[in-house]
């Protein structure tokens, strides 16, 4: 299983970008698609994460600010980022949950390679 990122760059305070990610490798069915980031010298923690079926949830700093949203028979996600801060500043990394594929197997987590997100004026 492959998810593959594309959409980082930089952007000034207030301005916005879009993150997407595909997943591809023979897969039969995804439970859920997200979004994580880490900054330097943090954790990484959840931007935002969409089961298949539509139920979202978000981090409380992106709250109103970032959308998830899907293209499920595409597997893609895609994470819509406005009003962004410098603290948003950090290495996005595409997740997926619970991935089984055609010839059996599963993965738990599934990860993609981080999309560095610099805001900065």
């Known amino acids: 299983v492959q998810l593959v990122g594309s959409g980082g760059g930089s952007v000034q305070p207030g301005g916005s970008l879009r993150l997407s990610c595909a997943a591809s490798?023979?897969?039969?069915?995804?439970?859920?698609m997200g979004w994580y980031r880490q900054a330097p010298g943090k954790e990484r923690e959840l931007v935002a994460h969409?089961?298949?079926?539509?139920?979202?949830n978000y981090a409380d700093s992106v709250k109103g600010r970032f959308t998830i949203s899907a293209d499920n028979a595409k597997n893609t996600v895609y994470l819509q980022m406005n009003s962004l801060k410098p603290e948003d500043t950090a290495v996005y990394y595409c997740?997926?949950?619970?991935?089984?594929?055609?010839?059996?197997?599963?993965?738990?987590?599934?990860w993609g390679q981080g999309l560095l997100v610099t805001v900065s004026s």
């Open positions: 490798g023979s897969i039969f069915s995804i439970n859920a």
């Open positions: 997740n997926a949950k619970d991935v089984r594929t055609t010839n059996y197997m599963y993965y738990g987590d599934a």
């Open positions: 969409r089961t298949t079926y539509g139920t979202t």
